[in-house]
């Protein structure tokens, strides 16, 4: 459709500095980190609600889309505006006021993560989700796909933290979804149906996170195994213990060797590209002190060499091989199709088993890495996009990953969201009843499709997309 002449009209009520029509504005706002581009006709820079409410009203009347933005760090797509239209972009809107005596944040949806625990911590207390690219990356964003990160396992992921949302309708109406108190029962909660929407609900402007204190200690131990279901079986043996770490990271020996050949350094002296976990505890001096010594008996039974940090800058050192690793992965292939799935734990053996037969059957690298306390594992399938074998290839991987993921009892994400990369798969998740009950939702409170369409439902083919060639600084999960 030609939205030439409402674009015209926004332009005019909202002038040229916040509703911009160049080249430049609108090539950077046509793709996420999933690099699958559309140009948009405007990009808009609300400078208050008054022309978020006036941008989505016009855009409702007119049936613009409406995509909205952060920094752009989606690896699915759901940032990429799929049918053109306006960008509502809010990386701009990043206040954050720290409310001490509550333990709560009040946050704009352009804050980034790191940017919200640097503030909390400064106050005593922490916000613990975490993704890789918290540098970077929005809580707007965050909410919208229900982000988690490396303390997922033992501090649970952002709908755990969100209090209370305010935002719009699509139609340009203001809403508020809870309160900014710790307990809240009053009607429907749609602040949760908010929250994994993916942007298509409605338009999150602001939040309150409930924080928790600031661990008084951490300990950071990394260890390393024969082979992957030795490392998968160590980290159900220390869990049965019931020692609770803050973070347990899984890397195979595949994503170590990547990480090593770019550092140019053995994780262990002697071990080239052994499997590893690195884990850290974190809570009370006394409650460390118990955990580590329980840790320690555990990686000397089931390790093949483990290294305890010596306070924080050894630790950093530590965590060089995970920080590492997915950038590296390039060396492999000059594309990847960074999957962020789920696997129940009692199948965590299986799964390795069935990616060393996927590798061979593929004929691809599948480095492997992820948050082994609640099951979600980055699977990288590896490629030459310019290789059509390889292609295709990687395109039969991700559809027989997906499809033994759900078999096991697992999910296809677990927090990039469906956006565009995942829509082929979202029926192999869901049952068509529960599709058609999301959609009604959808047609409920967005009745003309204007808020982030052709995403979720529409299947689309990520390897058939037109990319931007660019790498970005979040190119990792």
């Not at 602040?191 to 996170?209: C, F, H, N, P, Q």
């Not at 690195?278 to 118990?290: K, N, P």
């Not at 991987?397 to 927090?415: D, H, W, Y």
């Amino acid at each position: 459709m030609d939205f030439s002449r409402a674009t015209k009209q926004l332009k005019a009520a909202l002038g040229p500095r916040v509703v911009r029509t160049d080249r430049d504005s609108t090539w950077t706002a046509s793709f996420d980190s999933s690099k699958i581009a559309f140009p948009p006709l405007a990009v808009v820079f609300p400078r208050d609600r008054s022309d978020v409410a006036r941008v989505l009203a016009l855009a409702n009347r007119h049936r613009v889309p409406v995509t909205v933005r952060g920094r752009g760090t989606s690896l699915t797509g759901s940032a990429s505006p799929a049918r053109g239209g306006w960008v509502l972009d809010l990386h701009r809107w990043d206040g954050v006021r720290i409310d001490a005596q509550a333990g709560m944040a009040h946050v704009q949806a352009g804050a980034t993560v790191e940017s919200i625990q640097a503030a909390a911590e400064r106050k005593g207390w922490f916000y613990p989700p975490d993704p890789s690219s918290k540098k970077y990356c929005t809580i707007g964003g965050n909410i919208a796909c229900n982000a988690g990160g490396m303390h997922g396992g033992k501090y649970g992921v952002t709908r755990d933290f969100v209090l209370a949302l305010k935002g719009f309708l699509p139609t340009g109406e203001w809403v508020e979804w809870g309160t900014a108190t710790k307990k809240f029962s009053a009607g429907f909660n749609l602040r949760d149906l908010w929250i994994g929407s993916e942007g298509m609900l409605g338009i999150v402007t602001d939040a309150t996170l409930k924080l928790i204190p600031r661990p008084a200690e951490r300990w950071t131990l990394l260890v390393s195994f024969r082979t992957e279901p030795d490392a998968f079986r160590a980290a159900l043996a220390l869990f049965a213990l019931r020692v609770q770490p803050a973070i347990c990271e899984f890397l195979d020996r595949y994503s170590v060797d990547c990480a090593e050949r770019a550092t140019g350094k053995l994780v262990f002296k002697g071990q080239a590209g052994r499997p590893v976990l690195l884990l850290e505890l974190a809570g009370g001096a006394a409650e460390v002190r118990e955990q580590r010594a329980l840790v320690l008996r555990w990686a000397a039974r089931h390790g093949v060499a483990h290294r305890a940090a010596r306070g924080r800058a050894e630790a950093e050192r530590l965590w060089e091989v995970r920080r590492s690793c997915s950038g590296a992965m390039f060396q492999l292939g000059d594309s990847k199709l960074n999957e962020d799935i789920v696997v129940p734990m009692g199948k965590y053996v299986a799964f390795a088993r069935f990616l060393e037969g996927l590798r061979r059957e593929s004929g691809l690298p599948i480095p492997t890495f992820g948050h082994l306390a609640d099951g979600n594992l980055h699977v990288n399938v590896m490629y030459h996009r310019d290789d059509p074998r390889e292609t295709r290839a990687a395109e039969r991987a991700v559809g027989k990953l997906m499809r033994t993921v759900v078999a096991l009892g697992g999910a296809i994400s677990g927090e990039h969201g469906i956006g565009l990369a995942k829509t082929p798969f979202l029926r192999i998740q869901h049952p068509p009843a529960a599709i058609r009950a999301m959609r009604a939702v959808k047609r409920a409170l967005d009745p003309r499709g204007i808020l982030n369409p052709g995403k979720m439902f529409e299947v689309f083919r990520v390897w058939e997309a037109k990319r931007v060639v660019a790498r970005l600084p979040w190119d990792h999960a």
